[in-house]
């Protein structure tokens, strides 16, 4: 029997490593061969898809992507069985997910899901939240009736609820001519000073709701506390106008942007409860995990104060000086408390299917 000597044994593991990956290259280009046409289709596929969506494909070219998936998952899991190279295995990974991305990823546009929060998102958060919306408009309507009866008995207390920047000389020792001024006075700006007027409203506005949103958290007190004091000053307001004789005037003039605002900030208050009661009555979750789950409705009645405020910036800056007439304040005013009413109610309602008749 011949020796073999160290140096051959050598010479021949490497001869057989060399064959033994050859072998591999050879399999793993043999396996690229017979399915990269599928690859590149469903390569080419997805970049549509990318690009305009998956409505940009049609009826076919759906059914094509969907089989060109499932036929480049086997390929992955074949691939990954036999060990074939890194390169082919990494080609293949990134392909699966981006088709997994266009056939399992929601399809939906901005403007798609702007509609659907609009039309259901919104008006379900708000019906799931009777309580909360409770809590917000009896914190402004008890604030309201306090501070109207405090200041029809005792008119000093005005000047304990309104700050001197917000009266601006309309205080109780104000003559009546010059309240009624305020109120149907020539405020009829130029527009850039209307717009200027109207973002100073919103920006005003919108850090009370903030302000009335986020500290909901604390087991909502201070979001009932906040509301209560705008309704105090609601109420010192309306007393003051009210004991001159301008109570139906001034009711007027508050209704057609007030309605809009003063439920946007008792919805903000609401948004705050929901935090608020998710921490002090958690249920069987956690804090954590019940701050979370009240979180999705709290944030979208944060959206619609928002929108609500938009709204009613626009009416004070703009249609508030420019309409006089007080009918057609209240008009505007209530009638836009009737389109909310009637949005949030009805909208994003399940429709019921009859039941078959009885066999």
């Known amino acids: 029997m011949t020796d073999i000597s160290i140096d051959d044994r050598i010479d021949m593991g490497a001869a057989a490593a060399t064959g033994a990956a050859q072998s591999d290259m050879l399999r793993s280009a043999r396996f690229r061969v017979e399915r990269e046409t599928h690859w590149r ?36 899991s074949v691939a990954r069985d036999i060990s074939l190279d890194r390169a082919l295995i990494a080609y293949l990974e ?12 929601p399809q939906e546009s901005l403007g798609g899901l702007a509609a659907r929060l609009l039309i259901r998102g919104i008006p379900q958060a708000v019906r799931r939240s009777a309580l909360p919306l409770f809590i917000g408009f009896l914190a402004l309507i008890l604030g309201a009736a306090a501070g109207y009866r405090l200041c029809t008995n005792d008119a000093s207390w005005f000047y304990t609820f309104v700050p001197p920047e917000m009266a601006d000389q309309r205080t109780p020792d104000a003559s009546a001519d010059y309240l009624r001024s305020t109120i149907y006075g020539d405020e009829r700006h130029e527009s850039d000073e209307l717009a200027t007027f109207s973002t100073f409203l919103f920006s005003h506005n919108t850090t009370i709701v903030v302000l009335i949103f986020t500290l909901g ?3 909502s007190v201070p979001s009932f506390a906040l ?50 009661l998710a921490v002090l009555l958690p249920g069987a979750r956690s804090r954590r995990e019940a701050l979370r789950h009240q979180a999705h409705d709290a944030i979208k009645l944060a959206i619609l104060a928002a929108l609500m405020l938009i709204v009613a910036a626009f009416i004070e800056g703009f249609l508030r000086q420019l309409i006089q007439d007080p009918t057609l304040r209240l008009t505007i005013g209530w009638g836009m408390g009737l389109f909310w009413t009637a949005w949030l109610l009805l909208s994003g309602r399940e429709r019921k299917h009859p039941r078959e008749p009885a066999q």
Not at 46 to 56: D, M
Not at 63 to 69: D, I, K
């Open 227 to 276: 509301t209560f004091y705008n309704g105090l000053i609601l109420g010192a307001f309306f007393a003051m106008f009210h004991q001159k004789g301008l109570g139906y005037d001034v009711f007027a003039w508050l209704s057609i942007h007030g309605v809009t605002e003063l439920a946007a900030i008792s919805i903000a208050c609401a948004g705050g409860a929901r935090l608020g």
């Open 94 to 105: 990134s392909l699966c997910a981006r088709a997994y991305l266009v056939v399992y990823a």
């Open 217 to 219: 958290i604390f087991v």
């Open 41 to 76: 289709e469903l390569d080419q596929l997805v970049a549509r898809a990318e690009k305009g969506g998956a409505s940009a494909l049609s009826y076919d070219e759906i059914r094509t992507l969907t089989a060109g998936y499932r036929q480049a998952m086997n390929s992955l």
